[in-house]
Structures are given as structure tokens and as C-alpha cells.
């Protein structure tokens, strides 16, 4: 029944996803904080929006809810165009939108949110050089989106190498297109330095800025037992489902599994940043959030025992209400 609701496409889910929304996201509406990690050395652009929601968090909590729902419904939109998974559904922007409030400390003016939804529109813009002819500029476009992604949160420049990766899977490489590709991320970066050139700022400050937010130490997050075991079970159910996914690949078609290829190269991408690079934060799960939340719809689409798909999408939504209780009680 939670999942039928969830699922729908019509008006009763779009209210569904509102109210959860609010829901996810009503202990910060209630109680707004500043988030102060990202604050030492912000990257150029998310430094204009700690100057504009300077003093009034509450502002920047809506912000953040915007980008939550605006991410949700552009991820609704991109299934529902390139049909890859078989469904149009609103289970994409209902995952994103229930799983934005599992790791609490990111329910804030977070620069990975409108990042991550640049990176979104880049892997649009990527997809469309499928079977186009001629040179595709389309991989200027979607590496640009990424530059001006990294003047907001400057790790995600990281997910250039997905833009390789994906330059392999929808075209057949061409060095040309690759330096296309180098030119539109470079390009912001050559935006900026010119500004700062013109204006007589201080360039020697950009670069210690740019290069202590790429490389310096992040405050470890903590894992409470309780979280671990959530995970751990919702890890277990993402495995299954990316089995499930990988066990019918063959029969799907070309465009589809070359997304899906895609979106775990971004899984196993994300991980291996979070892992590896000593400024990576715990901000990065709205990034793993893309592909998770597809590789779950379409399981739970394609699942043939319903009762199954009841039970994971009530475990998933059971975890998120108990991480948002625990963490009522705790304030």
C-alpha cells in the first residue's frame, strides 16, 4: 500500500511527495543550522551563498528544500524522457526526496545539493551524444556544467572522469571530442581567474583557496552503532537490487543499459572519492543518491513478487523515519 502511494504519477503522489518532504526536513525547518565544514575555505560560488543566507538559516534551509525538490523532479523528468526503466514513474523523486534526511548533518545550505544537480543535468547532456553525428558538442556542455559545478563544491570536479567514462559508452572516442570535453571544464576556472585578473583580487588567495578545499582534512563523521546497522541492511537491499539490475541487462535495450552503466560507474566513482580524497565529506551521499535511487526503482518496478517490493520500499522508509525520530529525541 506505502509503496502503491509512493509510486503513482498522479496529483495524491505528487501531495504524498510534498508532505514527506516537509516531513524529512521539519526537524531543520524547526531548528536551522549553519553548516560550518565547508565554511574555512568555501569554493568561489558557494561563498556568494553563505553571503546571502548569512544570519538567516532558516532561509537557507528552504533553499536546500528547493534543490531537494527541484533535483527530484529533473530525475522524474530524465526516466521519463529516456524511458530506462521501463515505467514512468514518480519513485525516483519519492526516493530522493525520503532519503535526503538519512544522514542528518547534510539537512543544511549544502554546497554538494545544487552541485549534484549540476552533475545531474551534465550526465543529461552526456546521454544526448548518443548516436548523434558529427562532433557532439554536447560534452562542452555537460564538462562546462561540471566546472561551474566545482566553483560550488569543488570535489565534484572529481566526476570529470565520468565524463570519459562516458564519452566510452555513448560515442566512439574521438580525441577532439575529448579536448571539447577539457575545454568546456577549464572553462569557468578561465572565467574566473580573468574576473579576478581584471578586478585585482587576490589570485595567490584563489589558488591556496581552491587547492586546500580540494585537498585538506574533513571533520570524520560518526557512525553510531544504530546507523551501522541501518546501513548495512539498506547496503544489502542496493546490492540486490544491482544484481537484479545486472542478472536482465542483456535484455534491455542499447541507450538503457549504457545509462545504467553509467550510473554505477558513478556508484563505484563516488566511493572510491569518499574514500581517497582527504576533503571528500559525508556531503557526497547526494551525489550516490542519483544512481540509488534508480537502481531501487527499477527493481521495485520489475520485481514480479510485489509483496517483496512492499517489504523493501517499508524497510527503506521505516529507516528513514527512525533516523529522523532518533535525531528529534536527541535535540
Do not use: C
Not at 543544511?108 to 552541485?115: D, F, G, K, R, W
Not at 549540476?118 to 566546472?147: C, E, P
Not at 572522469?161 to 566510452?168: A, K, Q, R, Y
Request: glycine share 4%.
Amino acid at each position: 500500500m506505502l509503496l502503491r502511494i509512493y509510486r503513482g504519477a498522479g496529483p495524491g503522489t505528487i501531495l504524498t511527495i510534498f508532505i514527506s518532504l516537509i516531513m524529512v526536513w521539519l526537524q531543520p525547518l524547526m531548528n536551522p543550522v549553519v553548516t560550518t565544514i565547508y565554511n574555512d575555505y568555501p569554493a568561489p560560488l558557494y561563498s556568494l551563498f553563505i553571503s546571502l543566507f548569512e544570519g538567516r538559516p532558516f532561509a537557507g534551509i528552504i533553499f536546500s528544500m528547493l534543490l531537494v525538490l527541484v533535483t527530484a523532479t529533473y530525475l522524474v523528468n530524465f526516466n521519463t524522457r529516456l524511458f530506462f526503466i521501463n515505467e514512468r514513474t514518480f519513485l525516483p523523486a519519492s526516493f530522493y526526496v525520503l532519503l535526503s534526511g538519512y544522514i542528518t548533518s547534510n539537512q543544511a545550505l549544502n554546497p554538494v545539493l545544487p552541485a549534484s544537480l549540476l552533475l545531474m543535468v551534465a550526465i543529461d547532456r552526456l546521454t544526448a551524444s548518443y548516436r548523434k553525428q558529427g562532433i557532439a558538442y554536447n560534452l562542452f556542455d555537460a564538462s562546462m556544467l561540471i566546472g561551474i559545478a566545482a566553483l560550488i563544491y569543488t570535489n565534484i570536479i572529481w566526476y570529470y572522469i565520468l565524463i570519459i567514462i562516458g564519452i566510452s559508452l555513448f560515442r566512439s572516442f574521438n580525441f577532439r571530442e575529448f579536448l571539447i570535453s577539457l575545454f568546456g571544464l577549464i572553462t569557468p576556472f578561465i572565467i574566473l581567474y580573468s574576473f579576478y585578473y581584471l578586478t585585482g583580487r587576490d589570485i595567490a588567495w584563489l589558488n591556496h583557496s581552491l587547492i586546500e578545499s580540494l585537498f585538506r582534512d574533513m571533520p570524520e563523521y560518526y557512525w553510531s552503532p544504530e546507523f551501522i546497522i541501518i546501513s548495512f541492511i539498506n547496503l544489502l537491499i542496493f546490492i540486490v537490487a544491482l544484481l537484479h539490475l545486472w542478472s536482465i541487462f542483456n535484455a534491455k535495450k542499447v541507450r538503457s543499459r549504457k545509462i545504467f552503466s553509467l550510473l554505477t560507474w558513478m556508484v563505484f566513482l563516488t566511493v572510491l572519492v569518499y574514500f581517497t580524497v582527504p576533503a571528500a565529506s559525508v556531503g557526497l551521499m547526494y551525489i550516490l543518491l542519483i544512481p540509488i535511487v534508480y537502481v531501487l526503482t527499477h527493481y521495485l518496478v520489475m520485481i514480479k513478487n510485489k509483496k517483496i517490493a512492499n517489504y523493501i520500499f517499508a524497510i527503506i522508509f521505516l529507516s528513514i523515519l527512525f533516523i529522523q525520530v532518533s535525531r528529534a529525541i536527541i535535540i
